[in-house]
C-alpha cells in the first residue's frame, strides 16, 4: 500500500514538475517559489528532475513488488533508501521555504512521500 500511495504523490509531483518544465505559471511551488514561471536554465533542471521522479516512481514500484523494470533487487533497494533520504531533506528544505505555497502544499507531499519511500525500503 506504501509503495502504491507513494507513486501516486510523488506522481502528482512530477506531473507539477512537467508542467513548470514546460512552462506552466506554477513556479511558486517548486525550486524555491521565487519564479512563477522558471526561467529556461531553470527549466531544463526541472526536466532533469522529471524524469529522475519518474526513476524514482518505478524504482518504488518494483521494490514495492508491483511491477518490475528489470533492476536488480539491490540497486532498485538502494534507490529507493536514496529517494526516501533525499525526500527527507527535500521535506525540510521545502518547510525553510520563503514561498508559501512551496512551504504549506509541497512541504507534506514531500513527507509523506517520504515516509512512503521508507517503509517500502525497509520492509522489502
Request: charge should be positive.
Amino acid at each position: 500500500m506504501a509503495a502504491i500511495i507513494g507513486a501516486i504523490i510523488f506522481g502528482g509531483i512530477a506531473l507539477l514538475t512537467l508542467l513548470v518544465t514546460l512552462g506552466a505559471p506554477l513556479g511558486e511551488f517548486t525550486l524555491g517559489g521565487k519564479y512563477r514561471v522558471l526561467p529556461f536554465k531553470m527549466r531544463i533542471m526541472s526536466g532533469i528532475s522529471f524524469v529522475i521522479q519518474g526513476f524514482a516512481i518505478l524504482s518504488i514500484l518494483q521494490v514495492g513488488k508491483l511491477f518490475s523494470i528489470g533492476l536488480p533487487e539491490m540497486v532498485a533497494n538502494g534507490s529507493c533508501f536514496f529517494f526516501a533520504i533525499y525526500l527527507s531533506i527535500n521535506t525540510i528544505m521545502n518547510f525553510c521555504s520563503d514561498s508559501k505555497k512551496e512551504k504549506y502544499v509541497m512541504t507534506p507531499l514531500s513527507f509523506i512521500t517520504a515516509i512512503c519511500f521508507w517503509i517500502v525500503a525497509v520492509i522489502h
